[in-house]
């Protein structure tokens, strides 16, 4: 696993705060990093159909399987979840306790400000920075192998060989082009 700088943030944050909750794009690193440097937090993917039709149906019961430290990877896919872990971590008032992993949304960044409010540490994902490639001994020769094979390695692999081939060309248009203004 390539280090990364926003660990020590995290370790921080998991000391202060009862949740901690992990935002970024896809394949950002964030459930790498959390299952990563955490392997004594239980885990569950809620983006198994199974966990999150549980998670839906009986949100109390859902919960009441994890009763020690857990993480709950993609959270934005049962967002109502987060009521039930306000109340949760009111009782027992344990630092620590969740750690949530999400894809960036509007919705769910509000949806967390408003339901854990003073309760969560929230951490911004990126991509690998240069630095942290670097660091872990890997180099590129110019920017655009770094965007291709750096910092977005996963989700450029989706990105079919086609479409790395396409150039774009911009013609200056007349007036005419586009009919009338």
């Known amino acids: 696993m390539i280090a990364r700088r926003i660990q020590e943030e995290l370790f921080a944050q998991l000391a202060e705060f009862p949740v ?15 299952r990563g440097v955490l392997p004594e ?3 569950v993917s809620l983006e198994d159909p199974e966990n ?9 019961a859902f919960l009441k399987r994890f009763s020690g430290k857990t993480i709950l990877d993609e959270i934005q896919r049962v967002p109502h979840l987060l009521s039930y872990i306000q109340g949760i971590v009111h009782e027992e008032n ?3 306790r969740f750690v949530l992993t999400a894809s960036h949304q509007l919705e769910l960044r509000e ?47 989706r990105i079919n060989a086609r ?14 082009t586009l009919g009338s203004w």
């Not at 479409?163 to 005419?176: E, H, Y």
Request: glycine share 10%; net charge positive.
């Open 20 to 34: 901690v909750t992990a935002l970024g794009p896809r394949q950002a690193g964030k459930t790498t990093l959390v």
């Open 41 to 43: 937090y239980a885990y």
């Open 52 to 60: 999150r039709a549980i998670a839906e149906e009986d949100p109390r």
């Open 94 to 96: 344990e630092v620590g």
């Open 111 to 157: 949806a967390v400000g408003q339901s854990l409010a003073g309760r969560t540490g929230i951490l911004h994902f990126l991509p690998f920075s240069i630095g942290e490639l670097e660091a872990a001994g890997i180099r590129f020769d110019s920017f655009e192998a770094y965007l291709l094979q750096g910092f977005c390695r996963v989700s450029m692999i």
């Open 163 to 176: 479409a790395l081939r396409m150039r774009v060309t911009i013609r200056p248009m007349s007036r005419g």
